[in-house]
């Protein structure tokens, strides 16, 4: 699933996935709004931030995250690599 903004997120069946990888710059939401988007549906999955923010940004948003009960494991910055994405995803748990 592509999501463009945080009220699509809300409205999405997001509760079958595994994980979700999700980017700090969607066009209409914030950071804020996508995630409190995906813990409004009391997602249990992995969440995973990418971004080409600073690193302070990313850790903040992780922080929010899991301040609302979501289970963010990390981030990565933009550009992505395979391997970084792999090693990101190795604990997901099916």
Known sequence: MIAHNAPILASA???EFDAILLDLWLSDSSAEESLEAIA????????DLISGFENQALEEACEQGRSLGLR???FLRKPID???????LADLEY
Do not use: E, P
């Open 13 to 15: 069946k997001i509760k």
């Open 82 to 88: 395979a391997d970084s994405l792999k090693a990101l």
């Open 40 to 47: 409004s549906q009391a997602f249990r999955g992995q969440i």
């Open 72 to 74: 963010v494991t990390g």
